[in-house]
Nanobody
Framework: QVQLVESGGGLVQAGGSLRLSCAASGRTLSMLTVGWFRQAPGKERELAAAIDWRGTTTYYADSVKGRFIVSRDNAKNTVYLQLNSLKPEDTAVYYC?????????????WGQGTQVTVSS
């Protein structure tokens, strides 16, 4: 079992940046695919970005491509999401989650989320 804790959220003006962290305990993240999801009020949860266990394969939703960067430091058991050029529509609770491999259907473990609020 793996416990995930997100941090780094906050209030930022449009055009600003934040770096979110997803720290794991209980199990190493090094062999797991990690996804960053977000859910805005009244909207469905969406997968914003994902990174495979080696950090060589990544995915970005079209809405964040070119602005967000996902990375990982397996030695620190942490995955990051750099949020740049933030827009008010990026306002959401951001969650990290893990799955056993890139092609698995379901994410198994989830963090509690961190709020990102972008003011215009």
């Amino acid at each position: 079992q793996v416990q995930l804790v997100e941090s780094g959220g906050g209030l930022v003006q449009a055009g600003g940046s934040l770096r979110l962290s997803c720290a794991a305990s209980g199990r190493t993240l090094s062999m797991l695919t990690v996804g960053w999801f977000r859910q805005a009020p009244g909207k469905e949860r969406e997968l914003a970005a994902a990174i495979d266990w080696r950090g060589t394969t990544t995915y970005y939703a079209d809405s964040v491509k070119g602005r967000f960067i996902v990375s990982r430091d397996n030695a620190k058991n942490t995955v990051y999401l750099q949020l740049n050029s933030l827009k008010p529509e990026d306002t959401a609770v951001y969650y990290c989650a893990t799955k056993t491999n890139w092609y698995a259907n379901n994410y198994d473990y989830w963090g509690q989320g961190t709020q990102v609020t972008v003011s215009s």
